[in-house]
């Protein structure tokens, strides 16, 4: 079983901003299904489209299946089978040898900044960079999934 194990942190937007970050890539992704036991999540974006099944959270891990899919066919999905979306750009930095991902969000969650990184164990040390603000991985409002039928700026 395939199994993601990542942190979830807010970033501190001034400091964040004064990082050299290259250029991000947008996507849009949208939920054919969000339940707490599992979602299933459509991805496009650089020309490239994903499917993504996810199963629950248990603390930062949880099953994860990604596959890439034809772009025009992620396209055709989203527009007819998600009910709801989420748009950002993504930037992807290495600090203290790890990769960080961190997504500037749009649309009804804009202003709203998070970074991930994806870690091998639950008690795998990281350095934190100092544009990182405070630890959200088990704040289930902060998940993908509820953004998109939650947005930021309703909060």
Not at 27 to 39: F, N, S, V
Not at 55 to 84: H, K, N, T
Not at 134 to 149: A, F, M
Request: proline share 3%; with cysteine.
């Amino acid at each position: 079983m395939a199994i993601e194990i990542e942190r979830k942190f807010l970033v501190n937007k001034d400091k964040w901003n004064e990082q050299s970050k290259g250029k991000g890539v947008f996507y849009r992704q949208g939920y054919i299904l969000i339940e707490p036991a599992k979602t299933i999540r459509v991805r496009v974006g650089a020309g490239k489209g994903f499917i993504t099944i996810k199963g629950a959270s248990v603390g930062a891990s949880r099953p994860e299946y990604d596959y890439e899919i034809p772009a025009q066919d992620a396209i055709e999905m989203l527009d007819s089978f998600c009910a709801s979306h989420v748009s950002k750009t993504r930037f992807k930095l290495t600090y203290g040898g790890k990769l960080w991902e961190v997504d500037e969000f749009a649309g009804k969650n804009e202003g709203l900044i998070i970074a991930e990184i994806e870690l091998k164990d639950e008690l795998e040390a990281i350095d934190l960079p100092d544009w990182i603000d405070k630890e959200v991985t088990d704040q289930e409002k902060y998940y993908n999934s509820n953004l998109s039928i939650r947005p930021f700026n309703s909060w």
